[in-house]
């Protein structure tokens, strides 16, 4: 590689690393998305012209395909489609590590790593690792996929010796990345891949709805280090450094996620390795009956009260209520009523989801705290407004050691004088459980469409 290719690429990990940081904070995001912008038009310019490349015809044909899928879809996804297309395009970048693999194992003399049949040692444990973490990172984010976009049940897939099966696979896709690369032998190479993929499958499905954040930030972690695998096999330097940015970033969020949520990062790594497989999440509710109040119920409250703290949840980003929550708001300010909005680090699907959608509606960052900041504000709270969200408000999280939620911190607005709650329906939550704050004799249930409801109480404030 040339000096000045090399100097290029450098520059565009720095834009890289820049693009992370811009990330970390809303009012820097876009920032940081144009220094990530700028980083990969560098790095594809610089490719382009590498002296290597041989033949441009593919590269021609693929940058327009790509190019125009990648508008087509930007144009057109919601919102609140965002986490499973971050799903969908992790699977992609397994994938392309999948075909590296392989495309490098059956012609390695393009890759300069030795002959068919006589590849060297050290490439062979690259390639096994990619292809490996590849596969496993195109399978578990296609479950991922399916549990976000409600193909698949959010519900935890649990049976008698699941952890016993993926320990077993584990060993012996370990045992086969050290005979392949002893042997060379193509067998031992599809064997990795088949069990790879398996292991995706496995890895997912004993995850509940309620962590699936967690495993969106996780899988973004395995894609980074598929990409560095595939950077090892390129020999392309600034692919081994972006994609180890992408897998440490990933890495280090879910930890701090799983720390936060009271979650083991192991669990989660391994696919849910430790819990209970008979573990129920099943909930006695007994005949309790829920109180339903209407919209003019919510407004006299609200505007009666001195402190109201929102609480937006997954079904706010569906209803894109954001707006409305947002001139509720700035109504009750007017009025002289202290808003605060209480955003858990699972709200949503995604990490940062809430911030995001509230950031849309030019929502002031100072009224945006964290579950941690805010927990205690409950207890002076008039009135704690939950606008679609369910398992993070749910109680059972604290006092029911048969949930499967439980010992995950959940925000605290059963201590609120009055919680109004905002829901399509008395359904369940993503997790599949059912909430007993609903049947609380503090709770008022207002029973419709998010935006809807939120519009109906800015016209009776009014």
């Known amino acids: ?29 876009l920032k940081g998305l144009n220094y990530g912008i700028a980083g990969m038009a560098l790095a ?32 057109r996804i919601a919102m609140t489609d965002l986490p499973q297309l971050m799903a969908a395009f992790h699977s992609l970048v397994g994938l392309a590590a999948v075909f590296v693999a392989a495309a490098a194992f059956y012609n390695p003399e393009a890759y300069g790593i030795g002959t068919f049949g006589n590849i ?18 195109f399978t578990g984010s296609i479950i991922a996929w399916g ?87 390129l020999h392309n330097n600034l692919l081994i450094v972006t994609g180890a940015l992408v897998g440490s970033s990933g890495a280090i969020l879910s930890y701090i996620m799983c720390k936060g949520m009271n979650r083991s990062f ?37 505007k009666n009260a001195s402190k109201v703290i929102i609480v937006p949840g997954y079904g706010m980003a569906v209803a894109q209520a954001q707006h409305a929550v947002r001139e509720m708001a700035d109504i009750l300010k007017k009025e002289g009523v202290d808003v605060k909005y209480a955003i858990h680090p699972v709200a949503g699907r995604m990490p940062g989801h809430m911030n995001v959608l509230l950031a849309e509606a030019n929502v002031p960052y100072d009224e945006v705290f964290e579950m941690d900041d805010i927990n205690r504000d ?12 369910n398992d993070i408000t749910n109680p059972a999280a604290k006092n029911d050691s048969s949930s499967p939620i439980y010992g995950m911190p959940v925000l ?22 059912d909430n007993p704050l609903f049947y609380s004799s503090n709770t008022m249930m ?14 009776a404030m009014e």
Not at 52 to 69: A, D, K, M, N, R
Not at 125 to 131: H, I, K, S, T, V
Not at 413 to 423: H, M, Q
């Open 44 to 75: 594809i310019l610089t490719t382009f012209f590498a002296p290597q490349i041989e033949s441009y015809t593919l590269i021609l044909l693929g940058i327009p395909v790509g190019g125009f899928i990648g508008w087509f879809i930007a144009t």
């Open 266 to 302: 192991l669990n989660v790594i391994l696919g849910g390795f430790g819990v209970d497989d008979t573990a129920s999440g099943t909930q006695d509710m007994g005949d309790r009956s829920a109180k339903i109040g209407a919209s003019d119920d919510a407004a006299y409250l609200m």
């Open 120 to 137: 060297k040692g050290a490439s062979l444990f690259e390639m096994a690792l990619g292809l490996a973490i590849g596969a496993i990172t």
């Open 378 to 389: 409950f207890a002076q709270a008039d009135i704690a407004y939950v606008i679609g969200a």
């Open 147 to 233: 549990k976000l976009h409600g193909k698949i049940s959010g519900k935890p897939v649990i049976f008698n010796g699941q952890h016993k099966l993926n320990a077993i696979l584990g060993g012996i896709m370990f045992l086969s990345i050290i005979l392949l690369c002893w042997t060379g032998s193509s067998f031992y190479f599809w064997l990795i891949c088949l069990i790879a993929l398996a292991l995706g499958v496995l890895m997912i499905i004993p995850i509940g709805g309620a962590d699936m954040p967690v495993i969106i930030s996780m899988l973004n972690s395995y894609s980074g280090w598929a990409a560095a695998g595939i950077g090892f096999t």
């Open 446 to 459: 207002l029973l419709g469409d998010a935006k809807k409801m939120t519009e109906e109480i800015i016209k």
């Open 1 to 29: 590689m040339s000096i000045t290719a090399s100097l290029a690429y450098l520059v565009a990990s720095v834009l890289f690393i820049l693009s992370l940081r811009g990330l970390s904070h809303p009012t820097t995001a």
């Open 412 to 433: 605290d607005v059963e201590k609120a004088k009055t919680v109004l709650f905002v829901k399509r329906s008395m359904g369940s939550g993503y997790a599949g459980i």
